[in-house]
Nanobody, 125 residues
Framework: VQLQASGGGSVQAGGSLSVSCAASGRTSSRYTVAWFRRAPGKEREFVAA????????RYADSVKGRFTISEDSAKKTVYLQMNSLKPDDTSVYYC???????????????????WGQGTLVTVSS
C-alpha cells in the first residue's frame, strides 16, 4: 500500500485547511486510515481516523468539533478538513493505514503498518 498525502500549507489562526491521503496498491476491503501529527520537539500524536468502508470515526479530544475526517471510496482518498485552526495545530501531518479488521479505530501508531510522507500545516497567530 502506498499513501500520498497532499494539501496543508499556511493559514492564520481561526482559518481552515484540508489535507488528503490517497491510497494506491493492493488494499483489503476494510481498513483504517488515520491522521497523526508531529510538532517540532514533540512526540507524534493521533488526530483522527476512519474505518473504510463502514465510515466509523474517532477523534482526538484536542480536535473534536474542529476537524472532520471523511472518505471518497471511489478515489480511495481520505480527507481531513481542519477548521478553527490554532497555532498549536502546527505540525507535520501524516496519514497511515492499519489493515487489521477493527470495530473501532485504534489511536496507537504502532498498529499502523503503512505511512505517507507527511505534509506541513502551519498556523500563525
Amino acid at each position: 500500500v502506498q499513501l500520498q498525502a497532499s494539501g496543508g500549507g499556511s493559514v492564520q489562526a481561526g482559518g481552515s485547511l484540508s489535507v488528503s491521503c490517497a491510497a494506491s496498491g493492493r488494499t483489503s476491503s476494510r481498513y483504517t486510515v488515520a491522521w497523526f501529527r508531529r510538532a517540532p520537539g514533540k512526540e507524534r500524536e493521533f488526530v483522527a481516523a476512519i474505518i473504510r468502508p463502514i465510515g466509523r470515526t474517532r477523534y482526538a479530544d484536542s480536535v473534536k468539533g474542529r476537524f472532520t475526517i471523511s472518505e471518497d471510496s471511489a478515489k480511495k482518498t481520505v480527507y481531513l478538513q481542519m477548521n478553527s485552526l490554532k497555532p498549536d495545530d502546527t505540525s507535520v501531518y501524516y496519514c497511515a493505514v492499519d489493515t487489521t479488521t477493527r470495530e473501532v479505530p485504534t489511536p496507537y501508531g504502532t498498529y499502523y503498518r503503512y505511512w505517507g510522507q507527511g505534509t506541513l500545516v502551519t498556523v500563525s497567530s
